[in-house]
């Protein structure tokens, strides 16, 4: 299986739903194929994507895709992994307080003898998928298909591309991954749940993780895990800045970001590109704060009766992110 590069929403990445691993397998070809469909490349896996006037798109898919390398041709587990997901949803913040929940898919038409399950999906819900204005995260979709855990796949799905220690309170945690009241022990928790799925990533992925427990008084209250990066295992094309070219500065910059440096730096969205490297290490480094960086820089410039005022917050960001080198 080729081990191309897939692009996924951090929406999606930390969005609360349960699913098997055959369910975990179709929303990574759902993802995979989103993204070829986008860029007008040959779909894999998934046959075809009609789209009606609505905007919802209908997707006819080949279940031997998601057996992937396993040796019996059992289709019934695969319908009933789209099946699951059609009774899944997921739910995500929406900014302003509120929350808004989806199911994944709808209509699933299956048809054995064929080999071909077929479903649609909302506009707003595909959207979702493809939602980057608050990150996104990158993986190799060969190497996520293997898996033989979907906690392995989510655990991967969060370290990929991380540098930062992630800390997640234990509730948080069980609530992504729908536990329920799986596992009320922290111990049977990471037993059953972070050990396996660090074990497997140890073993073959090139994003992998240490953990600590941290107490709230005398009980285990959070997790923190420390991203470790295994370069025997990474692949070639593993490259983060030709991933977020890709699908452009909205993939790490929000329509706020941009709208205000078009407006005060008077930047156009090619003058932003050029300097795409920029920009995406300074947003990784500050995240959600960079609209505040980019205002003080904004200050400075006018105190100091910049004149080129592009070259001043280029200028202010690599000096900001080489401080970071020494």
């Known amino acids: 299986m080729v081990n191309k590069n ?3 929403s951090y929406l999606l990445t930390v969005a609360r739903y349960d699913a098997n691993i055959y369910a975990k397998r179709i929303l990574l070809h759902i993802v995979k194929a989103n993204q070829d469909y986008l860029q007008g490349e040959k779909l894999s896996g998934v046959i075809n994507i009609d789209e009606d006037l609505f905007k919802d798109r209908e997707y006819s898919f080949d279940i031997k895709s998601i057996l992937g390398d396993d040796e ?13 997901l059609q009774d899944r949803f997921i739910q995500f913040g929406d900014g302003e307080g509120g929350s808004v929940r989806l199911s994944f898919i709808e209509r699933v038409y299956a048809k054995k ?5 077929k479903f649609r999906m909302s506009e707003l819900m595909y959207k979702a998928f493809a939602d980057y204005s ?8 060969g190497l996520t298909m293997s898996f033989d855990s979907v906690y392995s796949i989510r655990f991967y799905e969060l370290m990929s591309g991380q540098k930062k220690p992630l800390t997640y309170t234990i509730d948080d945690l069980k609530k992504m991954f729908s536990l329920g009241d799986k596992y009320k022990r ?4 990471v037993k059953r749940v972070i050990e396996p799925a660090q074990a497997e990533l140890n073993e073959k992925s090139p994003y992998t993780f240490s953990f600590k427990l941290n107490k709230k008084g005398r009980s285990f209250h959070s997790i923190t895990f420390t991203p470790i990066f295994q370069p025997q295992y990474a692949s070639e094309e593993a490259e983060k800045h030709e991933l977020a070219k890709k699908v452009g500065s909205s993939a790490y910059l929000s329509r706020t970001e941009r709208t205000y440096l078009n407006e005060h730096f008077q930047m156009s969205p090619k003058q932003i590109k050029n300097n795409h490297d920029t920009f995406f290490d300074a947003k990784k480094k500050h995240g959600d704060f960079l609209l505040n960086f980019f205002d003080k820089v904004r200050i400075n410039a006018h105190r100091n ?3 080129n005022k592009i070259g001043y917050l280029i200028s202010a960001l690599k000096k900001d992110l080489e401080n970071d080198l020494d």
């Open 113 to 117: 003898r064929s080999g071909i399950v």
């Open 186 to 189: 922290p111990s049977d928790f």
């Open 72 to 84: 019996d041709n059992n289709y019934d587990r695969i319908i009933k992994a789209f099946h699951s």
């Open 134 to 141: 608050q990150g996104f995260r990158k993986y190799e979709f």
């Open 305 to 307: 009766n910049a004149t």
């Open 6 to 8: 897939v692009i996924q």
